[in-house]
């Protein structure tokens, strides 16, 4: 017992002494300044970055979204030069940035209804995450001013590329390029619809709102009036009338009741869009027609279907290819929303429309020329 109690009273004698303690004071210490110097660095930083989404000066209010270093005074110094475009909610600059080497598009919204806009799109943006939405990096707010910053899309719209003309070139999509857009833009859709929680509503699906990235990777943009389902009971949209003529349901003329499959409808006009090369408006088409309207009476037999086609890259080898995107983008477009599929259904049929998958003897072609689809 005694001999017990006194090898207790020397380990704690051998654990006071100084050779055992010095080793461990100086650690403790060295760990002391060591996280002293961090905190204030990060104290430093956070007056100057975006990045942790914190007040850089007093006037500015900045959200980000996204772990990208960028400066708030870089962002409002836009250049005239670097405009890219205007639309309904405002002006799109590119912008260089010096610190990284990056570029970042930044919309400035339009006076009014901005601010609707941006809570908007920070509440939809700022949460999701998808290889085919486009990302958005930050928000930044400043007395009557409000910027938005995204990531650049090097290729623009997609309306632009489906109507730029290029030097010694048909068309500057080719179908397989196309194909893959219409799919890209389908599953970033689809992700909205069904893999959102509650579903989120883009309600403006049209041609320039999906843009393309340096690999003509399509990323869906624009959720200023994109609506979360959930939220908005039946008939609480009366006074917030969203959508681009030619992309509009048949049904948003009688009621306010927007759903996922008045998406569903734009979408099919945008593959019409890519189908054809044809504009959702045209004068060709009739006092008060659109493009469905006009594709729906080409459907008689093999021939006018063909005419419907873009003859920039309707080669006889995608033709076929080309035929089935049409018929997707038809049931898209049916008058009644019960009659369209979901965007879920959309990607499936698209898949099954791969041009590369396997495709057994003899395909599916009408080989007399009767009624097609
Ligand atoms: N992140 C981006 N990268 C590159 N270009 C962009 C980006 N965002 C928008 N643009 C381009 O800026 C221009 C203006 O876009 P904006 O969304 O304001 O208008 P819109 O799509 O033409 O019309 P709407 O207001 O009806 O959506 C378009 O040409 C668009 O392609
Ligand atoms: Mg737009």
């Known amino acids: ?24 004071l100086l650690l403790l210490a060295g760990l002391l300044v060591v996280s002293y110097r961090n905190f204030m660095f990060g104290e430093h930083y956070a007056g100057k970055d975006l990045k942790r989404g914190k ?24 250049d005239e030069d670097n405009l890219i475009g205007s639309g309904g909610t405002g002006k799109v600059y590119r912008l260089d940035l010096k610190k990284n080497g990056g570029t970042v598009a930044v919309k400035q919204l339009w ?20 290889r085919n939405i486009l990302k958005l990096f930050a928000c930044l707010m400043k ?22 003309q290029i030097k010694g070139r048909q068309s500057e999509l080719d179908w397989q390029q196309r194909y893959r857009i219409a799919l890209g833009a389908a599953k970033g859709i689809a992700y909205l619809h069904h893999d959102c929680s509650p579903a989120i509503i883009h309600r403006d699906i049209k041609s320039t709102n999906i843009l393309l990235d340096e690999d ?43 759903t996922e499959k008045s998406d569903v409808y734009s979408f099919g006009v945008v593959l019409l869009e890519l189908v054809t090369g044809r504009r959702p408006i045209e004068e060709q088409y009739g006092d008060g027609k659109d493009i469905v309207y006009w594709v729906l009476t080409h459907l008689n037999d093999r021939e006018s279907v063909l005419e419907v086609l873009d003859q920039k890259v309707a080669t006889d080898s995608v ?11 038809i049931i898209c477009t049916a008058t009644l929303p ?29 080989k007399n020329g009767k009624l097609f689809l």
């Open 1 to 24: 017992m005694e001999s017990t109690v006194t090898k207790g009273l020397c380990k704690i004698d051998w654990f006071c002494s100084p050779s055992y303690c010095l080793p461990w």
């Open 55 to 78: 007040e850089i000066d007093p006037k500015w209010k900045i959200e980000s979204f996204h772990p990208v270093e960028l400066d708030a005074e870089e962002i409002c110094d836009l």
């Open 111 to 130: 006076k009014g209804n901005e601010v609707k806009l941006l809570a908007a799109e920070m509440e939809i943006l700022g949460k999701i995450r998808h």
């Open 143 to 164: 007395s009557g001013s409000n910027f938005l910053v995204f990531e650049y899309m090097e290729n623009g719209n997609l309306f632009q590329a489906l109507h730029r």
């Open 216 to 258: 003509y990777e399509p990323k869906i943009a624009d959720f200023g009036v994109a609506k979360i389902a959930e939220k908005s009971p039946v008939g609480s949209n009366s006074c917030c009338f969203a959508g681009t003529h030619g992309y509009l349901a048949p049904e948003l003329a009688y009621t306010f009741k927007v």
């Open 319 to 329: 033709q076929d290819d080309m035929i089935k995107v049409l018929k997707v983008a």
């Open 338 to 366: 019960s009659l369209r599929p979901t965007m879920r259904d959309v990607v499936k049929m698209l898949i099954d429309a791969d041009p590369c998958t396997f495709r057994s003897p003899g395909g599916n072609s009408d």
